[in-house]
């Protein structure tokens, strides 16, 4: 009896305390968790959606054949479908008749990267190595008609075409050891992009080839990672260099007006995020830009209809409207949720300066980098002659930020600002190959 009066007392006692810790800490965390509640359910009435989308693009038969609600099966139609809408980088290139190879160079820290070829039938051509932006995937550089793309022409004008994919994108989830199911394997940034892939691709290339250097054409974060690659790497990297032609470089965002600058209003709390959007792939499973989405679509309507708009703009001017279903079936081509964080970090910075991941903790810094803030990158460490490529109307990477960084750099070979140019009009302007592609070209015969 006594025992049992005992573990009551115990009991109540213990509810009660418990009853006073969980209505504390509901108090506290009360806007929290009502925020978190609310982004969860976004998500989960978006994740039916996006689950099936991204990453091998809007398959129609698993759609036709799933238990959708009519309502989301017909937010993917497409009429006509054009079937590049469902190709792979290979299917692209070999349904124009040309000739391709798949290779698989490997990192020094065990990734498995995806890269195509489009090998020319003479031997001892130069190589041009490709390499795509954020979210997306070589096929950026196949998806219009034979003569607009740029893999395409570059092929046609003799060069030896080599297309990269960063690690975590529909082509390079592969690992040694590591299975994409784990949270091992995305736990990098484009810093490891930079430091890694570019070089094992950049050697791999020269390796197989023969040749002593790789000319190399970056979009947008492809720059990015290719100017960590020479600023980490030294001699032996920028000595395998022949031209560096970079379009629309994303070095520097702190000034941004594409909507992907809400994404620094949540880059601070790190945990926060973590919780929210996982901490491992960040498409299709997570819905982080779902979230920027539903964040400013009350106010922008026009951006919620796809991830690319939320990258790109809504600026149509030089775009082939009929083509953007295939676009948008090839883009997000997947990441990891710290390279998204560590742009919303960019987006958030307005110094000028460009700064590995921050892990969000000073001890957490202290631990990775012995400093408690991240460091900065040393532009004064890029040597390689740079041709740099700008646009008038890119909301990324807007005009005020492509300057500053072209002043940070000392070795600009040449500055190109193309006035009415977006984003994505690098990759998908129906006008590119008279008004970009054809200075490309004249970059690398001269170089
Ligand atoms: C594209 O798909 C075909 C057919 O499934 C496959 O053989 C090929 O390896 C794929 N290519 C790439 C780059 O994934
Ligand atoms: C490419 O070819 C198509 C027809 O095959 C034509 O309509 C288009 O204008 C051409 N594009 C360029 C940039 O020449
Ligand atoms: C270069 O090629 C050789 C033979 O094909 C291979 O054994 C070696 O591992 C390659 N090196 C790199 C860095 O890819
Ligand atoms: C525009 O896109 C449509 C649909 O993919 C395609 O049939 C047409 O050839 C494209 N036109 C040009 C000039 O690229």
């Known amino acids: 009896m006594e025992d049992y009066r005992l573990g009551l007392r115990f009991c109540v006692v213990a509810f009660a305390i418990g009853s006073c810790l969980f209505m504390i800490s509901y108090i506290l965390l009360q806007e929290d968790t009502s925020y978190v509640k609310n982004v969860q359910n976004m998500i989960d009435e978006f994740s039916k959606e996006w689950s099936i989308m991204p990453r091998k693009g809007y398959d129609h038969e698993i759609l036709q054949k799933s238990s959708l609600e009519p309502e989301i099966l017909s937010m993917f139609k497409f009429d006509p479908v054009d079937p590049e809408a469902n190709m792979n980088a290979s299917q692209l290139i070999t349904s124009k008749g040309l000739p391709c190879q798949e290779h698989y160079p490997q990192t020094t820290d065990g990734y498995i990267l995806g890269m195509q070829r489009i090998p020319q039938p003479t031997k001892n051509r130069l190589p ?22 740029l893999a395409y022409i570059l092929y046609n004008k003799g060069y030896d075409v080599w297309l990269g994919n960063v690690r975590g994108n ?36 020269t390796n197989i ?27 032996s990297f920028a000595s395998k260099i022949e031209a560096f032609i970079a379009l629309a470089p994303a070095g520097l965002v702190g000034h941004m007006t594409s909507p992907l600058r809400y994404l620094k209003y949540v880059a601070n709390d790190i945990n926060f995020l973590y919780r929210l959007f996982g901490d491992g792939d960040f498409l299709p499973h997570t819905g982080l830009l779902v979230f920027i989405a539903k964040l400013i679509c009350p106010h922008e309507e026009k951006y919620c209809e796809n991830v690319l708009f939320l990258i790109g703009g809504t600026d149509f001017t030089n775009t082939n409207i009929s083509r953007v279903p295939v676009y948008s079936a090839h883009n997000p081509a997947g990441t990891s949720t710290r390279n998204m964080i560590h742009w919303a970090q960019m987006a958030g910075t307005k110094d000028g300066n460009m700064k590995y991941f921050d892990y969000g903790h000073w001890y ?43 002043n940070s750099l000392s070795s600009i070979a040449a500055y190109d600002f193309i006035p009415d140019y977006t984003h994505l009009d690098f990759i998908y302007a129906l006008n590119s190959p008279p008004v970009l592609y054809s200075k490309v070209l004249h970059i690398l015969r001269n170089h």
């Not at 041009?128 to 793309?149: M, Q, R």
């Open 170 to 205: 529909r082509y390079s989830t592969n690992h040694v050891s590591l299975s994409p199911d784990e949270y091992k394997f995305w736990q990098w940034s484009f810093d490891e992009m930079g430091k890694y892939d570019i070089p094992a691709m950049v050697y791999y290339i």
């Open 209 to 235: 080839t023969g040749h002593k250097k790789v000319n190399y054409i970056g979009h947008s974060q492809g720059n990015t990672c290719f100017l960590i690659a020479a600023m980490t790497q030294g001699d």
């Open 364 to 406: 957490l810094n202290l631990w990775h980098y012995g400093q408690t803030h991240p460091p900065l990158y040393d532009f004064k460490k890029f040597k390689i002659p740079a041709y740099v490529f700008c646009g008038g109307k890119d909301t990324l990477v807007v005009p005020a930020d492509c300057n500053t960084l072209v």
């Open 128 to 149: 041009v190595l490709l390499v795509h932006g954020l979210l997306s995937s070589s096929d950026c550089f196949l998806t219009n008609l034979i003569n607009e793309s």
